[in-house]
């Protein structure tokens, strides 16, 4: 009984792993390549799949997801003989897993390889100006060269990056040189442009400051000029309102003739000609008054004569 028992336990353990190489559970977004003694049979898909035991097994399984692959620096040099250190990233999808386990013995390696080549031939037909600027065009070109390559095997490149692009040491030194010169150039001419403004506006303002105080000049003058030309009307309507006689204008002029000379400059007097006629004036209204203060005859005529004495004409002295 002991032999059978041992059998069947075989049996079972057989029968046990026969169900697990038969039922192959593939995830999601991965596929499977069968081999039946060796030689390819057919790819497995997501979900539940039956295989021949011991006759069908799994050679490969492929993620069909997209993958991204950085690859290290590499040395590239333009067409200005200089070398620049380039990082590339590449965004790529399986499409056909066959093609990508029959196809190619890496498929990694050979884009990396790839990669670095078709990066060479592009950088060393751009100088270094033309390589730091360019990025898309070179990621363009670049995508395209994979792209093409990489789909017999079974491969799409959704993306190519080019995540950095080191220039030589010297290079970036002159570089930050040229940078720091250009900003203090373009300082200077926003400083030169703003003391220019500054200028201008200043002038401007001067200007209307002027033209509005020469306004405000010319307004007053002429308003200075009308009251002044209204004070003379009427004082002149006054004048001739009141009818003077020639008595109180000499009387007048008289009066004024000491503010003439006032003043502690005036070391010069000169008595206008006009002043026999004011004195003339006021001697005949003297004289008019002589019969009603004076006692005698003595400072006019007899009375009764009805004639008047000359009066005596001064010589005018001049200081």
């Known amino acids: 009984m002991e032999p059978i028992i041992i059998v069947l336990i075989i049996l079972v353990v057989l029968v046990f792993i026969a169900l697990i190489k038969t039922i192959q559970v593939i995830p999601q977004a991965s596929a499977a390549i069968v081999e039946r003694f060796g030689r390819y049979t057919r790819t497995l898909n997501a979900g539940l799949n039956i295989v021949v035991p011991f006759i069908d097994s799994i050679r490969n399984r492929v993620d069909l997801r ?15 003989n200089l070398v620049v250190n380039i990082d590339t990233v590449i965004y790529y999808q399986v499409t056909d897993a066959r093609a990508a386990t029959y196809e190619v013995a890496s498929y990694i390696q050979a884009i990396e390889q790839l990669t670095v080549t078709t990066l060479r031939n ?20 670049l995508r395209g060269v994979l792209d093409e390559a990489t789909g017999k095997w079974g491969i799409r490149v959704n993306r190519v990056e080019l995540k950095a692009i080191e220039p030589p040491t010297s290079i970036q ?51 200075r000029a009308e009251g002044e030309a209204q004070a003379i009307r009427t ?13 109180l204008l000499s009387y007048q002029y008289l009066q004024m003739l000491p503010k003439i000379a006032e003043g502690d400059a005036n070391k010069l007097w000169i008595v206008p000609s006009e002043i026999g006629d ?14 009603l203060t004076g006692g005698g005859n003595g400072g006019g005529t007899p009375s009764g004569t009805g004639k008047e004495p000359a009066p005596r004409r001064e010589q005018p002295t001049i200081d």
């Open 66 to 80: 997209e993958q991204v692959v950085p690859f290290p620096p590499q040395p590239v040099i333009t067409q200005d």
């Open 122 to 141: 592009i950088i060393g037909g751009m100088d270094l100006e033309r390589t730091l600027t360019s990025r898309e065009e070179i990621n363009a070109a």
């Open 173 to 223: 030194d002159s570089m930050e040189k040229q940078m720091r010169a250009d900003r203090d150039k373009r300082a200077a001419i926003l400083q030169a442009e703003g003391v220019r403004q500054s200028e201008i506006l200043r002038a401007e303002g001067e200007k209307q400051s002027a033209i509005l105080r020469a306004e405000g000049e010319s307004k007053a003058a002429a308003l």
């Open 235 to 247: 004082v002149f309507e006054s004048i001739h309102a009141g009818d003077p006689d020639q008595k």
């Open 278 to 291: 004011a004195l003339k004036g006021l001697g005949g209204a003297m004289g008019n008054f002589g019969p």
